[in-house]
């Protein structure tokens, strides 16, 4: 049973109070035992993600802090967090997993997508958005991810008009959707299924994604 632990918990509540050099160097032993017991977590995760999509890779952060162009000085960072990759340039998109106490959230979609293929999306919005509404008003997608989420433009992208009906779609340069976990879910027996439900509900805006980015606006295939 892969399980995120109170002892997890514990060590980054600790680390949070502690986040010196001295303190780290000190417990760097425990450290190793609650990071290989993370690890595990999110290979687990990996495996189960891996039975309905395509996974290229899993990446785990470092607990090392880049603190050169920081105001935050603290070295360490109190939380974990890793990212799953879709494979190759037919599907694209990505997963998310932090665990932090009280503040554990699973995060998918479109970060920073490409010039390219940010104009292909918002053309395909304004061609035809009604697909893309139709998952997001899913009572069951909306139970589990909420709203669609991500920074856009403040009026309208360069060569869009400011006053289509889509144009809070349109606007968007992000395409990302959250889901916060309390601190009992995340200890919870159930944590590890309760993601993998998470992901395999996103599969709908994925699938259209992949589509609409590996087409044209004529729906001819370009991958």
């Not at 109170?6 to 760097?28: C, D, Q, S």
């Given at each position: 049973m892969h399980q995120i632990t109170?002892?997890?918990?514990?060590?980054?509540?600790?680390?949070?109070?502690?986040?010196?050099?001295?303190?780290?160097?000190?417990?760097?032993?425990w450290f190793k035992g609650v990071e290989s017991d993370?690890?595990?977590f999110y290979e687990a995760v990996k495996e189960l993600l891996e039975k309905h999509?395509?996974?290229?890779?899993?990446?785990?952060?470092?607990?090392?802090?880049?603190?050169?162009?920081?105001k935050d000085k603290t070295p360490y960072k109190p939380h974990f967090a890793g990212s799953f990759s879709r494979m190759g340039a037919e599907l694209r998109g990505g997963y998310y997993l932090r665990i932090k106490p009280g503040e554990t959230f699973l995060a998918t979609g479109f970060w920073e997508p490409n010039k390219d293929d940010l104009?292909?999306?918002?053309?395909?919005?304004?061609m035809d958005a009604t697909e893309l509404k139709t998952i997001l008003n899913d009572p069951t997608f909306k139970s589990i991810w909420g709203e669609l989420q991500g920074d856009g433009v403040k009026t309208a992208p360069k060569g869009f008009d400011r006053e289509h009906p889509e144009i809070d779609l349109i606007r968007k340069k992000q395409?990302?959707?959250v889901r916060n976990f309390s601190d009992n879910e995340v200890l919870?027996?159930?944590f590890l299924n309760e993601i993998d439900k998470s992901f395999r509900a996103i599969r709908p805006f994925f699938d259209l994604m992949s589509d609409v980015l590996t087409t044209n606006l004529n729906g001819e295939r370009l991958v």
């Open positions: 109170k002892e997890t918990f514990t060590f980054l509540k600790t680390l949070n109070k502690n986040n010196n050099r001295e303190w780290f160097t000190e417990n760097k032993p993370v690890k595990g999509d395509k996974i290229e890779k899993l990446k785990m952060f470092r607990i090392y802090r880049d603190v050169r162009f920081s104009f292909r999306i918002r053309k395909e919005w304004e395409f990302i959707f919870s027996e159930t």
